[in-house]
């Protein structure tokens, strides 16, 4: 993982800031009394589960994670694979319309601000009874998934289960196991992850790889870092994503459900790519389509750093549908390339709770449960608002925490390369320190260039910086 860890000083001055950010956006604070207590007598309630404690399940996060919404469990079989992927039950702790239930719609997702996470469900819940934590029996419903030798899913089925996490690894850790050649499910992890990132790219399937910039605290220090992934959290991820696919075919078969979706790139917006590759000097032949030409970007040089920042445009207007009957034709998600539901993490998510339940009944061949349902015309409306203040609160950090970098550094000179061009100006991506920001001037766009902090204003989360050259 390639990572510089920058140290912002002062503490005092993020942390204001990161109050002022909590008060303008009206982030939630600690969930009402009435929450806590029914969190903290919340029990299973469901009677039918399978008890799959012997199977070997793990879990991989992030370091410091105790809300765990997944845990994987993976065998080789004569005919391929199997996957069992099991995700935290959270429909059996939460009655429709109770405290937990009401304080879920308001919230809709986990906000992760540096200074606190704001979590969709009380402590008790999501970091207690109904997180898949190490060596404790929890409730789950679990994904039983078969493959084919080409990691095709041939068979896929949900059911309440009790399962026993053996290790709660981090990325790091699972890396380290897998590059130590390990033979059990780790290693099939990867195995598994490179056929589905083969299939991935047969659907038309597509992921942009920016390194992102990412806020951790150390000793009561605000670190800010470019930070590009592990190869075990693309191979983590396409589990995720394999099992999304595979829920929103078992909502079709239900005839009813939620679906995550993300229309097509526009031609123009394609047009507008290949001239961005022309100006900074990247052949894209006329015979290699989008999705081919983005993996053959090296994200590392200025040159692609541009492309690839230039190609989120491609991926604006994703949203949630409900659908009843077949699903429907207009209803994929583009940048993964099929029809996907939101299902793996029911402690962080409002929607996955809901989709879940209607997938258990169809394992269970019964009609899904009438709150269930009846939920689903409201949730696109409840997550667009979740989502909009996730958004929100993750761009105002990352502006403070730049402005306050940017701080100590006035009145310096800063190499860069040109990623964008706004109005008249230009957005510079900072090596050191690790900023994206908009500086005033002109330059090229996948140029080098210089800039010069002229002023930063912490508590206006504002910094003006000027190009002086480029080339």
């Known amino acids: 993982m390639a990572r510089r860890r920058l140290h912002l000083p002062p503490a005092e001055l993020v942390a204001r800031g990161l109050r002022r950010i909590r008060e303008e956006l009206g982030v939630p604070g600690e969930h009402a009394p009435d929450v806590l207590e029914a969190a903290a007598h919340a029990r299973d309630r469901r009677s039918d589960r399978v008890d799959l404690r012997e199977v070997p399940f793990v879990t991989i996060d992030p370091p410091g994670s105790r809300d765990l919404d997944q845990a994987y469990a993976a065998e080789r079989t004569d005919l391929g694979y199997r996957v069992r992927y099991a995700i935290a039950d959270v429909a059996a702790f939460v009655e429709p319309g109770d405290p937990i239930d009401r304080a879920s719609w308001e919230r809709a997702v986990t906000l992760y601000p540096p200074d606190g996470r704001v979590p969709l469900h009380p402590a008790a819940l999501s ?130 459900g939620l679906l995550r979706t993300l229309p097509p790139a526009e031609q123009r917006t394609i047009d507008e790519l290949r001239r961005v590759a022309k100006a900074v000097g990247l052949r894209w032949p006329g015979s290699v389509d989008y999705p081919e030409f983005i993996r053959s970007v090296d994200p590392s040089s200025a040159a692609g750093a541009a492309l690839l920042t230039q190609a989120r445009a491609v991926f604006r207007g994703a949203s949630y549908r409900v659908f009843t009957g077949e699903l429907p034709h207009n209803g994929e998600h583009a940048a993964i390339g099929g029809h996907y539901s939101h299902v793996t993490a029911p402690l962080r998510r409002l929607c996955d709770r809901f989709a879940n339940e209607i997938l258990v009944a169809q394992g269970a061949d019964v009609e899904p449960p009438s709150w269930a349902v009846e939920a689903l015309e409201q949730l696109p409306e409840a997550m667009a608002t979740g989502r909009s203040l996730e958004g929100n609160v993750d761009r105002a950090v990352i502006d403070l925490l730049e402005t306050v970098l940017l701080s100590c550094r006035v009145g310096e000179r800063l190499r860069g390369a040109v990623v964008g061009h706004r109005r008249d100006d230009v957005i510079v991506m900072l090596d050191d320190p690790a900023i994206v920001a908009r500086a005033r001037g002109s330059a090229e766009l996948g140029a080098e260039a210089v800039v010069r902090v002229e002023s930063a204003d912490p508590d206006a989360r504002r910094a003006e910086l000027v190009v002086e050259r480029s080339g």
């Not at 196991?177 to 992850?193: F, M, N, P």
């Not at 150390?218 to 693309?234: C, I, K, Q």
Request: net charge negative; no cysteine.
């Open 127 to 256: 970091e207690g009874s109904a997180s898949l934590l190490e060596g404790q029996d929890r409730p789950a419903v679990v994904w039983d998934l078969r493959l084919d030798d080409v990691g095709e899913v041939t068979s896929a089925r949900l059911e309440p289960a009790t399962v026993r996490s053996r290790a709660q690894l981090t990325y790091v850790q699972a890396q380290l196991a897998i590059e130590r050649g390990d033979d059990g499910a780790l290693g099939l992890l990867r195995e598994i992850g490179d056929l589905r990132e083969e299939l991935e790219i047969r659907r038309g399937g597509i992921h942009l790889p920016l390194p992102s910039q990412e806020v951790s605290v150390t000793d009561g220090r605000y670190d800010l870092e470019f930070e590009v992934s592990l190869p075990v959290e693309e191979w983590n991820a396409h589990i995720s994503l394999m099992t999304g696919l595979a829920a929103a075919q078992g909502l079709g078969d239900a005839g009813v």
